[in-house]
């Protein structure tokens, strides 16, 4: 028996996992929060380890929320940074594959090609600062893992643009929507499946990997998109990230070049809209 262990038990991207594992034979998936295990306590993550025998480590837990992030930068190290740390110790002392979800925000956004794993990395925010030292902390520790590094992940569950779009375009007339970000919406579930592929195939092309749904749009075709499809008629109009201050500065561009994970995985990849229509279905 094969024992996967999820952190972040009740994120979307851990959620989406479960919403996937019914079919799955042979092999054990143990979801955990903070309250049942804390990944900044090194302690409890070695004993945890040790009594469960686990084979794979998927680490979906993350201080995620961006612009909170830039003062609360000591809790985001804590989790994004010394949390994925002990992760990789536990994982390479009792040799289970590591499977760790880092993000698009590890860009600056600054060039205009899709961007590779092998492309410059320069993050501009707290969040994705300490996004980038986790990935290097792991890297420091040992070479059994996979970083998937994905983009603006939505999905049924948790918080998310899609859903808060959904609440917005039904309690207002008119929304204003940036227009000048470009990258492309990851459906939760499409990651998902790609995470237990690696892990019912027993993948061993460790490294770093890019994920997300095909295609490119900015915040303002991906509102327009979920509005479209709901049926949900309010005005929607473009505007610049100058007028939509906030406390963290986004990557202007951030589509990522999925060529890689296509390649190693033998994958075909969904385009964005179509997977949002399939999400908005099963939200219904």
């Not at 195939?201 to 749904?213: A, H, L, P, R, W």
Request: hydrophobic share 40%; aromatic share 12%.
């Amino acid at each position: 028996m094969i024992n996967v262990l999820v952190t972040g038990g009740n994120g979307q991207l851990a959620s989406s996992v479960k919403d996937c594992i019914n079919k799955q034979v042979d092999i054990s998936f143990i979801f955990t929060d903070v309250d049942q295990l804390d990944i900044t306590d090194f302690k409890a993550v070695n004993t945890f380890f040790k009594n469960k025998n686990i084979s794979y480590c998927v680490n979906c837990a993350a201080y995620t929320a961006v612009d909170n992030a830039e003062t609360n930068n000591e809790i985001a190290e804590k989790i994004n940074v010394l949390g994925a740390k002990n992760i990789a110790l536990a994982c390479k002392a009792y040799n289970a594959v590591l499977i760790h979800i880092s993000t698009d925000f590890v860009f600056d956004g600054a060039q205009s090609n899709f961007y590779t794993e092998k492309d410059l990395v320069n993050p501009i925010s707290v969040y994705g600062s300490t996004k980038l030292k986790g990935e290097l902390a792991i890297a420091e520790v040992f070479k059994e893992y996979y970083i998937i590094r994905t983009s603006w992940l939505y999905s049924e569950h948790g918080n998310n643009f899609m859903k808060t779009m959904l609440r917005l375009g039904r309690e207002r007339e008119t929304l204003n929507v940036v227009v000048d970000q470009i990258g492309t919406p990851t459906y939760a579930l499409d990651l998902a499946k790609v995470i237990l592929k690696i892990i019912r195939e027993v993948k061993t092309d460790f490294g770093i990997y890019n994920f997300s749904n095909e295609g490119v749009a900015s915040w303002y075709d991906f509102a327009k998109a979920i509005f479209d499809e709901s049926k949900i008629n309010v005005r929607l109009y473009p505007i610049k990230s100058e007028a939509y201050q906030t406390p963290a500065k986004r990557p202007k561009f951030s589509v990522l070049d999925k060529t890689k994970i296509k390649e190693t995985l033998d994958i075909d990849i969904p385009y964005w809209k179509d997977s949002l229509k399939l999400a908005l279905n099963n939200l219904k």
